[in-house]
């Protein structure tokens, strides 16, 4: 399966020879090298300093289900390198194959990516959830299991569903929910690269407006106000037929503080976005600005594409 990759660009950008970008356009890239693929249940995140979109995904497995390879994309070179590409059982340097979704997350102190080992429950032989480093120098996962006596494992029962994200002020990972696709909670979990360790804190402010917590919300870390946002993600069933919210919602990791963001209707549409699940939100520091897109409504309704 090859895969093209769209870019939506804020702002002008140019790469010597190559594909033409246009501001404010969708612009379809070539894809070279080798040919990793999605399985709808991957993680994305970029690497400024590595020049990397790393994808959690698939390459060349025998079935759509388990995430069993790691690869990059370069904006610079046009092409998907593989990093690594292992099986399904998990070892020293491996987890055991699944689905990651949204927990990956690239912690720039350490030069590596944090990933919790999957947790699909679909087409796996067990759920491990430990903590792995994906090496940006050796461009390698690394087991750095912190289920020992002391400290407690991530909070997330069911990883599939959660979101996670990286403030590199305070230096640690943002984890939520707790929840799984039978219910969960609000409670959060921060993982402390320094100490390899989780803990609970105790949050206070608004949370997210459902008692079993959000399934599937989009999360991005906003650098200009050091806040965690979130926006989507169901309140009550699974998929695309759940309860869905579109409310947008900030965690401060300084004080613990959950808040509602109060948002207004867009001044030439006199629409919101509408609620949803399953859709990219990504922060642009240089715009002060969030970009979300596309997402899914219902089984019936089928994708959005709007941005």
Known sequence: MRIFIYCFFIVASAFGQGTAITPN????????????????????????????????????????E??????????AKQRWDIWQNFGTWQDSYQPVSGHPVGLVAWMSQ???????????????????????W???AGLALRDNY????GNILPLNGGNVVASAQYDTVQ????????????????????????TNLYTKPTTSG???????????????????RNLVYLFGGNSAGANCDGTKTGAVYSFDLSTNTWATITTHDDPITGHSPSARLWNGFAYSAV??????????????GGTLTDT
């Not at 990933?115 to 903590?131: D, K, L, V």
């Open 25 to 64: 356009t969708w612009t379809k890239l070539p894809s070279a090298g080798w040919p990793i693929g999605p399985s709808g249940y991957d993680s994305f995140r970029y690497s400024p300093e590595l020049d990397c979109h790393l994808l959690y995904g698939l390459y060349h497995e025998n079935q759509g």
């Open 66 to 75: 388990p995430n069993q390879a790691i690869g990059c994309y370069s904006f």
């Open 110 to 132: 350490y030069h590596a990516f944090w990933t919790i080992g999957e947790n699909a429950g679909s087409n796996m032989p067990q759920r491990t959830n430990h903590t792995y």
């Open 171 to 194: 230096q640690k990972v943002f984890l939520y929910p707790n929840a799984t696709a039978n219910g969960g909670t609000h409670d959060v979990s921060i993982y402390d690269p320094s």
């Open 134 to 136: 994906i090496d940006g």
């Open 287 to 300: 715009d002060d600005i969030i970009l979300m897109v596309s997402g899914c409504t219902s089984t019936a």
């Open 206 to 224: 608004s949370a997210p407006a459902s008692s079993a917590g959000l399934l599937f919300p989009a999360s991005a870390w906003g650098s200009t």
């Open 146 to 149: 912190t289920g020992i006596a």
